[in-house]
């Protein structure tokens, strides 16, 4: 997973793209912010990476304002210790992304992003 967090994070600065990602060693998930070609790109690219699979499209929505415009791909791994953020977040104790709905995934994947480096000059020029 590391390899794939610092491939990401390069790219998506050529690209303009931030996002969070998740991980929980059996689950991931993840949120793309940027250009709406450039994500639906790179969405199809990671779609059919075989590193995982049964990928799913949460929801795409067109946002006003990023969240995440501060990390080119913020990680973190997911344990016990986050337990009672995952129910706060209105999901079980354990990360099930299809049981969330949008705005508790989107909460805690910022929550768990404010833990993150920041990149002062990532999504900069992007319009928000
Ligand atoms: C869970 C997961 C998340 C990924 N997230 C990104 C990402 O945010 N940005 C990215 O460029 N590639 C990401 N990738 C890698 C892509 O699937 C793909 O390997 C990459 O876009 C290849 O294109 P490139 O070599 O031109 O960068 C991710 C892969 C996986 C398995």
Redesign the pocket.
């Known amino acids: ?1 590391t390899q ?2 610092d ?2 994070r390069i ?2 600065r050529e ?1 303009d ?1 931030t ?1 969070m ?1 998740v ?1 929980s060693g059996d689950a ?1 998930l ?1 949120v ?1 912010e940027g250009d709406i070609d450039a994500i639906s790109a ?1 969405f199809a ?2 779609e ?2 075989t ?2 699979r049964d990928v799913v499209l949460l929801a795409a929505v067109k946002a006003d304002r990023g969240r995440f415009w501060r990390w080119p ?1 913020g990680f973190a791994r997911i344990g016990p210790e986050h337990g009672d953020l995952l129910v706060r977040s209105g999901g079980s104790d354990q990360l099930a992304p299809l049981q969330m709905n949008i705005e508790g995934a989107l909460d805690l994947l910022e929550e768990l992003a404010k833990a993150q480096p920041e990149d002062p000059d990532a999504g900069v020029g992007r319009p928000l």
């Open positions: 997973m794939v967090i491939h990401a790219r998506n690209r793209i996002g990602l991980w991931i993840q793309l790179l690219r990671i059919k990476d590193r995982h791909m």
